[in-house]
């Protein structure tokens, strides 16, 4: 199944370095910005197969918590409103 791929969190700071590159590895990019050093550039074709119930395990093991909708898959690594 194909599932549409977001993240919760807007900024990267340096110390969140090895989550963008775990994330930048699924596609998305980012760019510096003077406020909290890099920001989430907005990726809106991002998405991701996942077949089975051990391959969506697997990338929670990986990527950490997530959120499952019927069509997306949301990486919750920080605070969402």
């Known amino acids: 199944m194909i599932f549409r791929l977001t993240i919760s969190g807007n900024f990267y700071p340096k110390d969140r370095e090895s989550e963008r590159e775990k994330l930048e590895k699924l596609g998305f990019t980012f760019k510096k910005s003077n406020y909290?050093?890099?920001i989430?550039?907005?990726n809106p074709g991002l998405e991701i197969e996942?077949?089975?119930i051990?391959?969506?395990m697997a990338f929670v093991h990986t990527?950490?918590?997530i959120i499952v909708k019927?069509?997306?898959i949301e990486i919750y690594d920080n605070h969402r409103e």
């Open 50 to 52: 996942i077949n089975s």
């Open 63 to 65: 990527y950490g918590e």
């Open 70 to 72: 019927e069509n997306s």
């Open 54 to 56: 051990n391959e969506l």
């Open 36 to 38: 909290r050093e890099f």
């Open 40 to 42: 989430i550039e907005k």
